[in-house]
C-alpha cells in the first residue's frame, strides 16, 4: 500500500449539512459545505426534509469538492464517510452514496464516528494551528451532544462525563426561540449577549454529580422566568433582550467551565481541547483563553469552519484510519446512536 500520495474523499450527512472533502496527506484541499435553509420556517431540523435535501445536494457538492481540489476521482485512495451518531435518514444517504462510489471505483471504504472527528479535527494539517498531545480532555459541545472524553491516543478514547438529557446546543437555541428568535439561535444569543450584562439576571445552575451535564431544568427555568417578566411587562424582552441574553450565555458557560475544572482535578491533564458547533461561541473560546491564565490551562479550538459539522474532520480521521489500513466493508451500515 502506498501511503506516499494518499487523497481521502470524504463525505459528511449526520444532520442538515451535506459535506464533502478532499485530504492530501493530512491537509485540507477542500472542504464543500451546503446548508440547509428550509429548516428555518419549521424552528429546527425537520429529519424526512433533511435526507432529501442531502439527495439533491450530496453529488454536487462531491463533484465540486473534487473540482475545487483540483483532482480526478481515479486519484482517490479512499472514501471515508459518517456512519453516525445522527438522524438515521440523513445518515443512509452518506453511507450508501460512499459504498456505492467506493465499490465503482475500487477503492476502501472508510467509516467514521462523527464525536471522534469532532475530537480529531484538530490534527488537521494547518499553518499555525497547535495540536494537543497525548494524553489531552475534549470538550464536545453542539446541538446534539455535550462529552468531556479522556483522549489517550487517535482512536483510544474514553466518555468521562456526558449530558443526561439535553445538550448544550439545545439549551441555546431553545432559550432563543422562547425570546423570540429565529432557529438557529444560538449563534444569536451570542451576539445579543456581547452587548449585554451577563449578571444583570440569574438563573440556577442544575446540580449534576460527578462529570455528567443537564440543561433539561435550565431550559424550563428560563421559561418561567420570561413568562413571568412579560406578566409584568409585555415588553420586557425587547427592552432587555442584551442583558437576557448575556445572563443565560453567562450561567451555560459557568456550568461547561465547572466541570471542566472538575475534570482536570481529577485527571491531571490540563491540555483542553473543544470542537463541535458550540465552540464557535464567543464566551467559550473567551472562558478556555481565561483559563490558560487563572488556571494553568492550555486550550486548543479548531478554526472556525472545522467547529461546526463538516467533512474536512470526517477526511483527517479517514486519514489516520487508512494509515493503519482499518477499513470498512461493504456490509456497514449507519448507525442513528454510536458512542465513541
Not at 481521502?8 to 485530504?23: F, G, P, Q, R, V
Not at 465503482?104 to 494547518?126: R, T, W, Y
Not at 441555546?172 to 438557529?184: E, R
Not at 451555560?252 to 475544572?261: M, R
Request: hydrophobic fraction near 40%.
Amino acid at each position: 500500500m502506498d501511503t506516499s500520495k494518499i487523497y481521502i474523499l470524504a463525505i459528511e450527512s449526520s444532520c442538515d449539512d451535506t459535506s464533502a472533502a478532499i485530504l492530501f496527506n493530512g491537509k485540507i484541499l477542500s472542504n464543500v459545505v451546503a446548508n440547509q435553509k428550509i429548516h428555518e420556517e419549521y424552528g429546527g431540523v425537520v429529519p424526512e426534509l433533511a435526507s432529501r435535501a442531502h439527495q439533491q445536494n450530496i453529488v454536487p457538492v462531491v463533484h465540486q469538492a473534487l473540482v475545487k481540489a483540483n483532482i480526478d476521482k481515479k486519484q482517490l485512495s479512499a472514501i471515508a464517510f459518517t456512519r453516525g451518531p445522527g438522524l438515521m435518514g440523513s445518515l443512509l444517504v452518506g453511507t450508501s452514496f460512499s459504498k456505492s462510489l467506493a465499490l465503482g471505483l475500487d477503492i476502501p471504504l472508510i467509516e467514521v464516528n462523527h464525536m471522534q472527528a469532532h475530537i480529531l479535527a484538530h490534527f488537521i494539517e494547518e499553518e499555525e494551528q497547535s495540536k494537543p498531545s497525548f494524553p489531552f480532555l475534549a470538550m464536545t459541545i453542539s446541538g446534539g451532544h455535550t462529552q468531556i472524553v479522556k483522549v489517550n491516543h487517535y482512536f483510544d478514547m474514553e466518555v468521562i462525563g456526558e449530558t443526561i438529557d439535553d445538550a448544550v446546543g439545545e439549551a441555546f437555541d431553545k432559550s432563543a426561540k422562547i425570546l423570540g428568535l429565529p432557529y438557529p439561535g444560538g449563534p444569536l444569543i451570542d451576539k445579543h449577549a456581547q452587548k449585554g450584562n451577563p449578571k444583570a439576571f440569574s438563573f440556577t445552575k442544575p446540580r449534576v454529580d460527578g462529570l455528567n451535564f443537564s440543561f433539561s431544568g435550565l431550559k424550563t427555568g428560563i421559561l418561567y422566568f420570561i413568562q413571568g417578566k412579560l406578566k409584568e411587562n409585555p415588553n420586557f424582552i425587547e427592552e432587555n433582550l442584551d442583558d437576557i441574553c448575556a445572563s443565560i450565555q453567562y450561567t451555560i458557560i459557568e456550568i461547561l467551565k465547572d466541570k471542566l475544572k472538575k475534570a482536570v482535578k481529577e485527571t491531571g491533564i490540563k491540555q483542553i481541547a473543544i470542537g463541535g458547533g458550540v465552540s464557535a461561541n464567543s464566551g467559550v473560546r473567551a472562558m478556555l483563553k481565561d483559563g490558560e491564565s487563572r488556571y494553568g490551562w492550555k486550550s486548543f479550538v479548531p478554526k472556525f469552519e472545522y467547529c461546526t459539522d463538516n467533512a474536512a474532520m470526517i477526511a483527517i480521521v479517514g486519514y489516520l484510519k487508512y494509515l493503519e489500513g482499518n477499513f470498512s466493508d461493504e456490509t456497514v451500515t449507519a448507525k442513528a446512536r454510536y458512542s465513541i
